[in-house]
């Protein structure tokens, strides 16, 4: 099998999907907890499917996601090649975008393939939240 390439790592990062919309919160300090459990997108590398649950835990500060517009949102990953770091990295930054929580957290478990599950989570703000930056160099260093 060839080897994975910085085109596998950027899949999806940068794709267009549907708005995530948004309604006033008239109320202060709680925390909402959306479950999706049948997510699922596509190995931009192997083409297979790959399937998760994913957990957004948010403390809204004026605004409150919409929860239509969300499953549309999600649902748009079906067909989406994106590695699950980056499906997840990617849902914490839009929702951010959309609701400005006080802090919001994406945990994504994704079912076992190979023998092998994953669980990422990604939060904002906080030194758990990622950024992107670009893939390492693939030359090799001349010193051994």
């Not at 590398?45 to 957990?55: A, C, R, S």
């Not at 004026?62 to 590695?83: D, H, M, T, W």
Request: with cysteine; charged share 30%.
């Amino acid at each position: 099998m060839a080897a994975y390439t910085d085109k596998h790592a950027r899949a999806g990062v940068d794709a267009r999907l549907p708005a995530i919309e948004t309604w006033p919160s008239p109320y202060d300090d709680y925390e909402i907890t959306v479950e999706i459990p049948e997510y699922n997108a596509v190995c931009p590398k192997t083409g297979l499917p790959d399937f998760g649950h994913l957990t957004i835990r948010y403390v809204p500060d004026r605004l409150c996601l919409e929860l239509k517009s969300l499953k549309l949102y999600i649902v748009a990953y079906r067909n989406l090649g994106i590695f699950y770091e980056n499906a997840v990295n990617r849902i914490l930054q839009d929702c951010v975008a959309a609701c400005r929580p006080k802090r919001l957290s994406v945990t994504g478990r994704f079912s076992s393939r190979g023998g092998i599950s994953s669980t990422v989570e990604a939060a904002y703000p906080g030194a758990k939240r990622a950024r992107r930056r670009r893939p390492p160099s693939r030359r090799r260093s001349s010193r051994r």
